[in-house]
């Protein structure tokens, strides 16, 4: 059975949306997640964030850096689709929950599914940051542990 997503997760997937039509983009990418879960700023994927000093600054000059030749000037209403990286990157935060014995995806899934999902705009970026995949799961293990099940 697959775990339900947190209301963080929800209101992520909510800010990702808002942030793509920020960027003028006709879909919501992996870096419009990580702009989103450092701004949603209450979970713990923020959190690892914080501790690791992705600020919202350095983050968005990081991201404009990388898809700056990509910017188009469209206008967008409703829901967007999101990208094939997009996808694996929820499909992904998925098995991180299972993997990590979480009742429900929550926004550090989501964090580290961004960590695994090489090539895209969010893993560029977080890497060129420093974060990696195994200091950030370590991270989210000692900040879940101290809070409790």
């Not at 697959?2 to 942030?19: F, R, T």
């Not at 923020?46 to 600054?57: C, E, I, N, P, W």
């Not at 209403?77 to 935060?93: C, D, E, I, Q, S």
């Not at 991180?96 to 964090?111: D, F, I, N, R, S």
Request: proline share 3%.
């Amino acid at each position: 059975m697959l775990p339900k997503s947190s209301p963080g997760v929800a209101e992520v997937i909510k800010l990702a949306n808002g942030i793509a039509r920020e960027y003028e983009r006709e879909y919501v990418g992996t870096e419009h997640v990580l702009l989103a879960i450092q701004r949603q700023g209450t979970g713990v994927g923020a959190a690892v964030l914080a501790k690791r000093g992705a600020t919202a600054g350095k983050l968005r000059d990081e991201i404009d850096k990388l898809i700056k030749k990509q910017m188009e000037e469209t206008w967008v209403f409703g829901r967007l689709p999101g990208t094939p990286h997009f996808k694996n990157v929820v499909a992904t935060a998925i098995q991180q929950c299972q993997e990590l014995g979480a009742k429900e995806v929550c926004t550090e899934h989501l964090l580290l599914a961004l960590l695994v999902e090489m090539g895209s705009v969010a893993h560029k970026a977080l890497k060129n940051l420093g974060l990696t995949r195994d200091q950030v799961r370590s991270d989210i293990l000692e900040l879940t542990s101290a809070h409790g099940p």
